[in-house]
């Protein structure tokens, strides 16, 4: 299964000058149980900025990162998504670039609606509502975890 995991504001903003506008701890929480133990896959940009997560096998895609301990690079999505063929559930973690790619071949979204508006640059894509169904919804503080899984066709 092929999962995308990521926080979005009131405007689907994913991220401002290269971070994560807001720091909510118990939403970071709430990505970190939900990923752990399971495979990550990213883009570089957002590797540079998160690192590596511990406790997963991280997957970065870039044709500039040279090989390094820790992470595993590949260049293009479809690749790293080849190679983790074998695992249960595999969580794409963004940035924006990487989301666009992945919309269409997700099975599952976990999306953080995060409340308030933060004249973001990075954006999570539009995404057509009939094809999906909301399975979860939990109110968090300031946040609600919604869970969507890709309608069968
Ligand atoms: N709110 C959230 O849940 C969340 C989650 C993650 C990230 N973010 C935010 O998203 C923003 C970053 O997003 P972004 O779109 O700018 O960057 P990104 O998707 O993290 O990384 C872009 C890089 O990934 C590589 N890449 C992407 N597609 C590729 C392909 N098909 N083949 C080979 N390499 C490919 C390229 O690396 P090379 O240039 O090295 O080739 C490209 O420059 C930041 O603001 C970050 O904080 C938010």
């Not at 990487?98 to 954006?123: C, E, N, P, T, W």
Request: include cysteine; aromatic fraction near 10%; proline fraction near 3%.
């Amino acid at each position: 299964m092929i999962s995308l995991i990521a926080a979005v504001s009131e405007d689907m903003e994913i991220g401002l000058n290269g971070k994560i506008p807001w720091n909510i701890p118990e939403e970071t929480a709430s990505f970190k149980k939900l990923t752990f133990g399971h495979t990550v896959i990213m883009g570089r940009k957002t590797f540079e900025e998160t690192g590596i997560l511990g406790g997963r096998r991280n997957m970065v895609i870039s044709k500039s990162l040279p090989k390094r301990d820790g992470i595993e690079v590949y260049c293009s999505l479809a690749a790293a998504i080849a190679a983790a063929k074998a695992e249960k559930e595999v969580f794409i973690i963004g940035g924006a670039s990487i989301f666009l790619q992945a919309l269409g071949i997700a099975d599952r979204m976990y999306l953080s609606y995060v409340k308030g508006h933060y004249g973001g640059d990075a954006f999570f894509p539009e995404f057509d509502t009939t094809e999906w169904h909301r399975v979860k919804s939990e109110a968090h503080g300031r946040f609600t975890l919604v869970i969507y899984d890709r309608k069968k066709k």
